[in-house]
């Protein structure tokens, strides 16, 4: 036992577990019949690089579809000049997600938090190291980190994080949904809003294209990961005339009652906003894991909800849940474990069982179905938990500081 609160024993950990991210990402091993490095790094990400070193956008790629501060990411590997971009980008990864663990141990060393990434991350096997959601996921655990600090810049890191996080991948937005109303937040707010608006305007004069992902995103479909994309799964066995085909760099469904589902995946993500806006009204988020445990629960509103439902949205839902364990108090332990369960599942489905999800297997359609519940589970009781845990008892007295100051972490619970 006195391993597991060990720094040293969860470096061990995270060295061992990552043996197993070296395999999956180089294609050793038991994973060399994958072929080369994953194609999203050898041809996806490779091509983006070749044209986004040129000063331009690969707006004539229809599978670019981010926010400008994407480019950062996958222009980081021109770091690392002694490998190709390939082992360069993997190389990334890795030093990024230690850099995670490092300030998790920092954080907390023991505690679930850092066993959680450490455990967790891995549990993904091909993803973790070869997609850039490892490093917006970086951005928005460190603004939380950040927050919940005593120093005088919490505010302003907070702020920095959130708004590059947003223009690498739009999501990072969400963290701002646990403010509390005060100077503070405006600091917060300003800040965030003024590094957004700063790389958005240096990439729009530096590099053209900048914004052209916004029409591509008008586009999407319903991929057939989504949650919204389970009735069409079963609808293929009883004479539905749809199929599904490669579009904007994912697998989407085509076909009859697509757009209505577009519409109802549209319409319960305004919902979910509506609902954080109520839950934000009615709120007492003094406490200082709130912050943490509402951005874990708007993201997962909005995951469930949306149209896509990559298996990397996993990597963002690991990584703020981990930072909602670093608090004794919060509300999201039940929701974490959830969450692992709903790891293992999507790995299952991508990459195991996809090409048999797509052709319509039984098995494959069972386990992404337990998935997508699960991930629905998990967000109706992050929901609840965190509504029940933040219910005001009655009228506050005296000013209220918008980022407390960070409590002890460790063990413990908190009543719901």
């Known amino acids: 036992m006195r391993w597991c609160l060990d720094a040293r024993g969860q470096w061990t950990a995270w060295a061992v577990t990552r043996l197993l991210l070296v395999g999956a990402s180089l294609r050793l091993g038991p994973f060399s019949g994958l ?8 041809q996806v990400y490779t091509g983006w690089y070749a044209v986004l070193r040129t000063g331009v956008f690969p707006v004539a790629d229809v599978t670019w579809q981010y926010p400008p501060g994407a480019a950062l990411p996958l222009l980081a590997p021109s770091l690392v000049p002694v490998l190709d971009y390939g082992h360069a980008f993997i190389v990334c990864c890795a030093l990024c997600d230690a850099a995670v663990t490092a300030v998790l141990l920092r954080k907390g060393p023991g505690t679930a938090a850092a066993w959680l990434w450490i455990g967790g991350l891995p549990l993904l096997i ?4 070869s997609r850039f959601d490892v490093f917006v996921t970086a951005m928005a655990m460190g603004a939380l980190i950040a927050a919940g600090t005593r120093r005088r810049w919490a505010d302003l890191a907070f702020g920095v994080l959130v708004g590059l ?3 690498v991948k739009a999501w990072p937005l969400l963290l701002l949904s646990g403010l509390r109303a005060g100077p503070r937040a405006r600091t917060a707010l300003l800040t965030a809003a003024a590094t957004a608006a700063a790389v958005a305007l240096g990439f729009a004069v530096a590099m053209p294209g900048a914004f052209d992902f916004l029409a591509a995103q008008r586009e999407r ?32 469904f085509v076909g009859p009652w697509i757009r209505e589902a577009v519409w109802v995946s549209e319409a319960c993500s305004v919902l979910a906003f509506c609902w954080l806006l109520w839950w934000w009204r009615r709120a007492d988020r ?20 949306s149209r896509v439902l990559s298996p990397q949205y996993l990597i963002w839902l690991i990584g703020l849940a981990s930072v909602c364990l670093l608090h004794r108090g919060t509300s999201q332990r ?20 996809f090409r048999d999800l797509l052709d319509g297997s039984a098995l494959a359609i069972a386990v992404l179905t337990a998935r997508n519940l699960l991930l629905v589970a998990a967000t109706v009781l992050s929901a609840t938990r965190l509504l029940r845990a933040t219910r005001r008892a009655g009228p506050g007295t005296g000013e209220v500081r918008l980022i407390p100051e960070a ?3 460790g063990a413990g619970t908190r009543a719901a």
């Open 35 to 42: 072929g080369d490095l994953d194609p999203s790094v050898s």
């Open 126 to 129: 091909t993803l973790p190291w």
């Open 165 to 167: 996080g947003a223009m």
């Open 221 to 252: 479909g319903i991929e057939v990961e989504a949650t919204a994309a389970l009735p069409f799964h079963i609808a293929r066995h009883f004479g539905w005339s749809g199929q599904w085909m490669p579009r904007d760099g994912s697998m989407e």
């Open 286 to 305: 003094r406490a200082p894991w709130v912050l943490p445990d509402a951005a874990l629960t708007a993201v997962l509103l909005f995951v469930v909800t």
């Open 334 to 353: 039940p929701v974490a474990v959830l969450l692992v369960a709903a790891t293992v599942l999507t790995t299952l489905d991508f990459p195991l069982l």
């Open 407 to 409: 409590e002890p972490v």
